[in-house]
């Protein structure tokens, strides 16, 4: 069966808690299960886990680099993980970058290095700023994917 890894960066274990006037008040459980209901219509198993450490967030993505695909929210880690990237970038299936927040625009407000994910570099797409329905979007964007091998 066809497997697809959602991966999750620091500080998204209190996603609902931590300034939810950004990132809402959906917990990742929430997305989680959202996920879930996706992958199981569509005939994959998925992997869901968050880590907010950098190594295990490397480890994860080699393990996944064969996979149906890859979707992460990557987080505080887009900014300055050269391990991260260079992981992703030996990926051999879709990857999805994920960003809650529209980190362009925010960008505006806050600090521009917020719109610069190094990450993007090794993404297939990305999507940000739709709030967690950017996860689903981007589940449903993989299983398209594997439906069309």
């Known amino acids: 069966m066809a497997r697809v890894y959602v991966l999750n960066g620091p500080n998204l274990n209190l996603l609902g808690l931590r300034e939810p006037e950004i990132y809402g008040r959906d917990t990742l459980a929430d997305v989680e299960a959202r996920c879930r209901q996706i992958a199981e219509r569509e005939g994959f198993e998925l ?16 393990e996944a680099r064969q996979s149906a695909g890859v979707v992460i929210n990557p987080a505080g880690l887009s900014y300055n993980s050269v ?46 700023g739709l709030g967690v329905a950017g996860y689903e979007l981007a589940v449903e964007y993989v299983a398209r994917r594997l439906a069309a091998r």
């Open 83 to 128: 391990p991260v990237l260079d992981a992703l970038k030996m990926c051999e299936c879709p990857v999805v970058e994920v960003h809650i927040s529209n980190i362009h625009k925010r960008a505006e407000t806050e600090a521009r290095w917020r719109a610069d994910s190094l990450m993007s570099a090794a993404a297939t797409g990305v999507i940000a």
């Open 47 to 62: 992997e869901f886990r968050q880590t907010n450490r950098e190594y295990e967030m490397v480890d994860w993505i080699q």
